[in-house]
């Protein structure tokens, strides 16, 4: 008598069976497909500066600049990003740039190079939510445990009890993220001395995404993780040229942290990148050598406040709920004066019926809470802008 065919087994078993494609993603998909204007996907409408771009052009056709740069990145650019962080950075010692600064592709390549290297299956990482869709994920795929933590609307200010009861002895790392994204809260003093308090006699580790860290509004000042002398010995800090020189699609980002922290990145960002395109990282090494007084970087802030204010001020007196901005370069607003719908089903009509493309604010949440939120990036030309804001006002 023949045998019974084994049993079917698929031949994959999905680590992320409940992720579809990225929010970002599809929304652009959609501004395609109907035309909408894209306010959606976080990238700027503009070009780097020009002389950024010629010195590329330069660094393209250089003899021996189309080989593999070091591991860590090129020392020459990571002496200029020590120099500035020591300039930007009041208060903290420069960073070693040959043990403490790692280039990589992208913050989100050393955003996940930090998760890879630190979390174990089983350990737990807190996240404040709204959160970047890529946090929770990256914790999942190293067997973590997501433990979230609820930021209040409309300020998305932390609340440290909050955070205090979550912490467990199987807590391995804080996430943090400032100015934020999607809210542009920023952190203050007061947040970073609450943060020290509650892991100082642990062995908690921190990971600060400083990634807008020159997009901070009304003279307030960006405070990174590095100026508490209590944090600075446990914290991973990331940040990205992407943001900095408006070219998000070079993908070059880094992560400070102290020799031992960094060496572990290392350990992973060698088996996951290796290293990062050499003629952009030479680009990038003049940017920051010819500009010692950081005048670029200093003027981000009036810059990006200016389009912020623009996009504000053209949809004053309407029916859209303008939440504060204190930093980055998106506006949430509330839409309830048109619509009772979900934040998702909103921002599908809004693309296919006012021809505006956004974010809906429940995609930043593991379990979709959706409080009649939308996100708009103002990081655009003017032009875009007032063009954006005309189908808004109908």
């Known amino acids: 008598m023949a045998s019974s065919p084994p049993p079917h087994r698929p031949l994959l078993s999905s680590k992320l069976p409940d992720i579809g494609v990225s929010i970002f993603s599809q929304m652009t998909l959609l501004a395609q497909e109907t035309g909408a204007i894209n306010l959606a996907q976080g990238f700027p409408d503009y070009d780097p500066p020009q002389e950024l771009l010629a010195a590329l052009a330069r660094h393209a056709t250089t003899p021996g600049h189309q080989q593999y740069a070091p591991m860590p990145g090129l020392l020459r650019l990571r002496a200029a990003i020590a120099a500035q962080v020591s300039r930007l950075h009041a208060g903290a010692p420069a960073p070693d740039p040959a043990t403490e600064i790692t280039i990589t592709a ?8 930090v998760l890879a290297a630190v979390v174990r299956p089983g350990d737990e990482v807190v996240v404040f939510e709204p959160a970047y869709d890529l946090y929770g994920p990256a914790i999942r795929l190293q067997g973590g445990v997501p433990r979230y933590v609820r930021l209040p609307a409309p300020h998305f200010r932390p609340d440290w009890d909050a955070v205090r009861r979550v912490l467990t002895p199987r807590t391995r790392l804080v996430m943090v993220n400032t100015p934020h994204n999607p809210s542009g809260a920023v952190f203050d003093a007061s947040d970073w001395a609450e943060l020290a308090r509650l892991l100082d006699g642990t062995d908690i580790l921190v990971l600060s995404d400083e990634v807008y ?46 020799p031992l922290l960094s060496a572990e990145v290392r350990r992973v960002h060698q088996f996951l990148t290796f290293a990062v395109s050499t003629p952009t990282q030479h680009a990038l090494a003049d940017a920051l050598e010819t500009d010692s007084t950081d005048t670029h970087a200093r003027g981000l802030a009036a810059f990006y406040q200016a389009k912020r204010d623009q996009f504000r001020q053209l949809l004053a007196d309407t029916g859209w709920e303008l939440l504060p901005v204190p930093g980055g370069y998106f506006q949430l607003a509330r839409y309830a004066a048109f619509s009772p719908a979900g934040d998702l089903a909103f921002a599908e009509t809004l693309a296919r019926d006012w021809g505006v493309a956004v974010v809906p604010v429940s995609a930043f949440y593991h379990d979709n809470f959706d409080e009649g939120l939308v996100r708009f990036c103002f990081a655009k030309e003017a032009a875009t802008l007032t063009a954006a804001t005309t189908r808004l006002r109908r």
């Open 106 to 113: 992208g913050a989100t390549e050393a955003l996940f190079a």
């Open 213 to 258: 860290e020159h997009l901070v509004f009304d003279d307030a000042q960006h405070l990174s993780a590095r100026q508490h002398p209590l944090l600075r010995e446990r914290s991973f800090v990331l940040s990205s040229f992407g943001k900095t020189y408006h070219a998000t699609g070079w993908k070059v980002g880094y992560c400070i942290a102290p």
